[in-house]
């Protein structure tokens, strides 16, 4: 093999040129900047779905929480490429306006979060489905009191159901 013919992987690629080789005048790179997200997310959001949690501890959640729930997530036929995980207690200033304008949010589920703590306007219990302001929300317990409670997760389950129409 000559140094004429070097294939190059896409990941390798990838990690070579992280920065892009064009360079961008102020304004474009000012826009740029205020696309970006200035939450901490788990997931690539892709199909606009937004889980909020709450954990002192973990960044995002603790690995036995994490796995319960990509299970929920897999049996709803998503995955973390669909969703994005933001736990309330590392982004403070999150709101039910910020996950609309910066997180695009369409699908909200709140894991153990009020709506109070994000500024939503209106209160619902758990396991109902609740539209508002063109989004559609989820209220649930947090997410260790479902796994130990085979009725939450039958409860969880039902109301899936309904607000994915599995």
């Not at 064009?22 to 200035?38: F, G, P, V, W």
Request: charged share 20%; hydrophobic share 45%.
């Amino acid at each position: 093999m000559s140094l004429d013919n070097i294939q190059l992987t896409p990941f390798l690629l990838q990690e070579l040129f992280k920065k892009s080789l064009i360079e961008l005048d102020a304004s474009e790179l000012h826009e740029e900047r205020r696309s970006a997200s200035s939450f901490t997310i788990l997931g690539n959001n892709r199909k606009r779905i937004i889980i909020l949690v709450a954990d002192d501890e973990t960044l995002y959640l603790p690995d036995e929480q994490l796995n319960f729930l990509l299970g929920i997530l897999s049996a709803c036929g998503l995955t973390m490429e669909d969703v994005a995980i933001v736990n309330t207690k590392k982004n403070r200033n999150l709101t039910y306006k910020a996950i609309e304008l910066e997180l695009k949010g369409a699908s909200i589920l709140l894991f153990g979060v009020s709506a109070a703590q994000i500024n939503l306007p209106i209160e619902f219990p758990h396991y109902q489905v609740q539209s508002f302001n063109n989004q559609t929300y989820l209220a649930a317990p947090v997410l260790q009191e479902i796994q130990n409670s085979k009725e939450e997760k039958t409860k969880l389950w039902n109301c899936l159901k309904q607000f994915f129409a599995i």
